[in-house]
């Protein structure tokens, strides 16, 4: 008997999959967050997967207008990264601040300067740390 199977490579992987109404409140809340972090157009566009500042700039007018993949999968690692500092801080204050002041895990850096790395995987390990923190089991 064997443990290990063969990984069906035939099949796509699962695409998260938003509707426009879910994406509009993503972007609304990340914008929101953003203010409340502190951060500049130009560090949110970044987080975004480089998107321009223009296109912030008409999120902020109230038109979202349309979002790919990565986008929509960044606003939710954005929120769940929010998510996590809310549970882990019951002063919320804290928990904003949070992402910008030096965390050893981290090499010293803050959270922020990591995420600003620009790729996916830079916010999806600042939100794994966090989901680890809050659970360790």
């Known amino acids: 008997m064997t443990l290990l199977q063969p990984i069906d490579t035939t099949q796509e992987p699962p695409v998260p999959q938003f509707s426009s109404a879910e994406i509009q409140a993503m972007q609304r809340a ?3 967050l953003a203010t409340r972090w502190g951060l500049t157009d130009e560090q ?3 987080l975004l997967g480089d998107i321009s500042v223009r296109s ?4 902020k007018k109230g038109q979202m207008g349309r979002v790919g993949v990565d986008t929509a999968t960044r606003l939710s690692n954005l929120l769940g990264i929010h998510k996590a500092l809310r549970l882990l801080f ?3 204050a804290r928990g904003y601040g949070w992402i910008k002041r030096p965390n ?3 090499g010293g850096k803050p959270a922020l300067e990591i995420m600003l790395g620009g790729q996916i995987t830079d916010l999806m390990r ?3 740390y966090l989901d ?4 360790p089991w």
């Open 104 to 106: 050893a895990h981290f």
């Open 44 to 46: 949110l566009a970044v």
């Open 56 to 59: 912030l700039q008409r999120w």
């Open 132 to 135: 680890t923190a809050r659970a």
């Open 30 to 32: 990340v914008l929101n």
């Open 90 to 92: 019951k002063d919320a």
């Open 126 to 128: 600042v939100r794994r």
